[in-house]
């Protein structure tokens, strides 16, 4: 009698399914040393897969530079100002980012969002009247632009877009009156309008997006200056709300739950992230390194928290002016937003393997021409909440509004940042720090009495020295084959 062997015990039974499916796909279920780690992180950085390294350098750099040339660079009060200054910038790049990530470019993103500041400052003077505001010709064609918006979004299956667009027209229609939560959801769905109507005439007609969006930038320089007048001015600074999102500040407790709120919930998401994959048995980090990763956001995060949360007012005996401004809420949840839905949904995905290889996707079963209208659709209403803050900033909106420096300036952070003009790699993050590098280069300079000439070389050469960065890293990628 030939003897049976005895049943593997159930736990053998799963390690042996596990090493077969090793075996079979060639997963790599392996647990790195911290060496290891290091080790890849530079083979990765030499083989040409920098991101924002350079722009991180850089950022340190200025800092160091203008913080010893000038005595102010570094108080409190400065920088609380270039939080609030580059916000607006930084807003409009994130936006930007994602019409990149595809190769793409949108130069009519400032003035864009020059129109929908002006719609809502206009809605706010004109107490929600913009038919008497506009004239009966600029309302109706505003309107059949509208209506053209959420159609064109309803054929791409774009559904934000069309809900944004049919609020726009019915905030138009209906004459609500003025309030600034209404003003700045009639920004928002302005800046989706914009989109729609930008990303059909280059996913559905087919004409190259430099040709349609610097149409678009003349185009919509003239619709601010017809809703404004030459030479006038729309004020919004009466306002305590309009006027305090880029000017006011959060409590000190508020200013302290905002830090317990993302420092604790980023802490919670990458733990549970990696201890998921630790169990599982897939490829990790190893414990250490995520340890210290999540240690430094959040002590840097407490220690800048307590920075804002001091008195920064010049007289602070007859003024108080504390605590973590407005506008880094703003930032932080569109960088959420965004980051989810670039790197844990389909629909990012899909983003980055349109910008990898438009026809790869398409040959993929990829909507090719949804994906490269919904993008348009993204910039334009992220430019509107970008306007929202630099009106708010300076306390009115003028001819010039999303004009002259703006695009440049917002094109230059994302690309500053990491993200690549060839499509296919770069993340939100990549805007705030871009966004960052560009105030600091103006706010420096400015504080050491440079003139504006030299703040315009500089920034110029910084700009350059990013896109020569991406042109060699590409190259360096390729050659390595990474």
Not at 79 to 90: C, F, S
Not at 110 to 127: D, E, I, N, Q, R
Not at 246 to 271: D, E, H, Q, R
Request: hydrophobic share 55%; net charge positive.
């Amino acid at each position: 009698m030939t003897d049976t062997p005895a049943a593997a015990p159930p736990s053998d039974q799963k390690q042996a399914a596990q090493d077969q499916a090793v075996a079979d796909f060639g997963i790599d279920t392996t647990r790195r040393t911290t060496g290891q780690a290091v080790r890849d992180y530079v083979d990765r950085v030499r083989g040409g897969e920098l991101g924002s390294l350079p722009a991180l350098a850089g950022l340190i750099v200025l800092v160091i530079l203008f913080g010893l040339s000038s005595s102010t660079f570094l108080g409190l009060n400065n920088i609380a100002n270039l939080l609030a200054q580059a916000a607006g910038i930084t807003i409009i790049a994130m936006g930007l980012v994602f019409v990149l990530l595809l190769g793409e470019i949108d130069l009519s993103a400032g003035t864009g969002s020059g129109v929908a500041a002006a719609v809502m400052a206009l809605h706010y003077v004109k107490g929600g009247n913009l038919q008497a505001g506009m004239g009966d010709t600029v309302f109706y064609a505003f309107v059949i632009g509208g209506l053209v918006a959420i159609g064109v979004a309803v054929w791409q299956r774009i559904w934000f877009g069309a809900v944004l667009s049919a609020v726009a027209v019915l905030i138009l229609l209906l004459g609500v009156p003025a309030n600034p939560w209404i003003e700045m959801l009639l920004a928002v769905c302005v800046g989706s309008v914009i989109g729609c109507l930008t990303g059909v005439m280059i996913s559905k007609i087919g004409i190259p997006s430099f040709v349609v969006t610097l149409a678009l930038f003349l185009a919509w320089g003239g619709v601010i200056l017809k809703l404004i007048g030459d030479g006038g001015t729309l004020s919004i600074s009466q306002d305590p709300v309009l006027f305090g999102v880029a000017n006011n500040n959060l409590s000190t407790v508020g200013s302290w739950l905002l830090f317990v709120i993302f420092a604790g919930g980023y802490a919670a998401v990458v733990l549970f992230r990696h201890f998921g994959r630790v169990r599982r048995g897939l490829v990790a980090q190893p414990t250490s390194l995520m340890m210290i990763k999540v240690g430094a956001v959040v002590v840097l995060g407490a220690v800048a928290t307590y920075l804002l949360t001091v008195n920064r007012s010049p007289n602070p005996d007859r003024v108080t002016i504390a605590g973590v401004p407005y506008v880094v809420p703003i930032v932080l949840v569109l960088l959420v937003a965004g980051t989810f839905v670039l790197d844990r949904t389909k629909y990012g995905r899909h983003i980055y393997a349109v910008g990898g290889s438009a026809e790869a996707a398409r040959r993929a079963g990829i909507n090719v021409p949804k994906i490269r209208m919904s993008v348009f659709v993204i910039a334009s209403t992220v430019s509107a909440v970008g306007a929202i803050v630099y009106s708010s900033k300076v306390g009115s909106v003028d001819p010039n509004a999303g004009g002259g420096n703006v695009l440049l300036f917002a094109v230059g952070a994302a690309v500053i940042g990491g993200t690549s003009l060839f499509g296919g790699k770069g993340r939100l993050s990549n805007a705030i720090i871009g966004g960052f590098v560009i105030q600091i280069v103006s706010n420096g300079l400015g504080l050491i009495g440079a003139p504006a000439a030299v703040v315009s070389i500089v920034t110029g050469a910084v700009l350059l020295l990013a896109a020569s960065v991406d042109a060699l890293s590409r190259r360096r990628a390729k050659a390595t084959g990474h």
